[in-house]
């Protein structure tokens, strides 16, 4: 039974996010497998401001996307062939996933797979630190070991479709439209027009009046104990 080997399948360049483990030219497989995986994940909290608390309630604020760092080794001299080819060919490979292609003006997005576990990561190569142990006697380098740190990547209407943005204590944007009004905006957040101070604050707008179409604005989380009313609507600012 054949070893699996861990394998990293590069989106296409052109079109929708799409991958093909067809496509060779689109695919690479690690000479050896890692020997661990590392995988980060952070989120940060800040705590409620309170007074005469000793522990006040932590309110979670973001989350920073998670990371997967892999050591690779190649080696092209340990072979019965007496053609030694240079390592670069496949350290090359792992490189180009740093640079821009395609139509889509960044570089590729990337997943994962290993055995039976199946994808086990999509994101985009952050970093990679590549270092070359072994040279022929001509300076054409035949062994190499590339670490490698992937940082999650996921689509923001993927990532929407997970989350329940529904809710007053979820920070959002919002884009405003033409006729809306930081109270007509809380009313329809918050269910109460009184917070649109909450939204002013929130963006350093001194003059409510002064709101244009197309302005994107952060709508906060509600204070911890401050939920949304759901009630009878306070009169309306400016």
């Not at 993927?158 to 989350?163: A, I, N, R, S």
């Not at 109460?192 to 939204?199: K, L, S, T």
């Not at 709101?211 to 509600?222: I, Q, R």
Request: contains cysteine; positive net charge; proline residues 6%.
């Amino acid at each position: 039974m054949a070893l699996d080997k861990l394998t990293i399948v590069v989106e296409a360049d052109a079109g929708k996010l799409q991958f093909n483990q067809r496509d060779d030219a689109h695919y690479i497989a690690a000479m050896f497998n890692p020997k661990s995986l590392g995988v980060n994940r952070s989120v940060q909290w800040e705590s409620a401001k309170a007074a005469k608390r000793d522990s006040p309630e932590l309110q979670y604020t973001t989350a920073s996307p998670a990371t997967l760092t892999i050591d690779l080794f190649f080696d092209t001299y340990d072979r019965a062939d007496a053609n030694k080819p240079s390592v670069y060919v496949h350290t090359k490979k792992l490189a180009d996933l740093t640079l821009v292609r395609g139509d889509k003006h960044r570089p590729p997005v990337c997943q994962l797979f290993w055995g039976k576990q199946g994808m086990i990561f999509q994101g985009v190569l952050q970093q990679i630190d590549q270092s070359y142990t072994m040279f022929l006697e001509n300076g054409v380098p035949v062994r190499a070991t590339a670490k490698c740190t992937f940082l999650q990547w996921r689509a923001n209407a993927t990532d929407m479709k997970k989350q329940n943005l529904m809710s007053a204590d979820v920070a959002k944007l919002w884009t405003v439209r033409r006729g809306q009004t930081l109270a007509s905006i809380a009313a329809d957040e918050y269910l109460d027009p009184a917070n649109w101070r909450d939204i002013a604050s929130a963006n350093g707008i001194d003059d409510p009046l002064a709101l244009g179409p197309g302005t994107t604005l952060l709508l906060p989380a509600l204070p911890a104990g401050r939920p949304a009313s759901g009630g009878h609507r306070k009169k309306e600012a400016p």
